[in-house]
């Protein structure tokens, strides 16, 4: 349990350090409107750090492509839990989470990594 709580600590900290600002918008639905058919989404919208690259070819499946993104966040500087149904706001662009990767260490979340796509 000691080495799980160095490395969330270790992980923050270079995130904190390397990482940039991005949003996390978590998105929840709301009540069915019958006149216009739609379902209304409430949106609530969070800074965070997180370090952004391109995906591996190595990473590349039949879900996530080589064109997709991967932010990688620390477990510890984030109060929500990651949902497929949120977005994340990159230089004013939404994209959407399409794979969620957790790193654990002796079952403590270490970084949280995000497959985004355009």
Do not use: C, W
């Not at 991005?22 to 949106?43: D, I, L």
């Amino acid at each position: 349990m000691a080495l799980a709580t160095s490395l969330r600590k270790v992980a923050s900290n270079l995130v904190k350090q390397f990482g940039g600002t991005v949003t996390y918008r978590q998105v929840s639905t709301a009540a069915y409107n019958k006149s216009t058919g739609a379902v209304a989404e409430t949106e609530t919208n969070t800074l965070i750090k997180g370090v952004l690259e391109n995906v591996r070819k190595i990473e590349a499946n039949e879900l996530v492509q080589e064109s997709d993104k991967k932010l990688t966040i620390a477990a510890a500087d984030l109060t929500i839990t990651p949902n497929l149904a949120d977005r994340v706001v990159i230089s004013n662009v939404v994209h959407q989470i399409v794979r969620i990767n957790v790193i654990e260490q002796d079952n403590t979340a270490i970084a949280v990594e995000l497959f985004l796509r355009v």
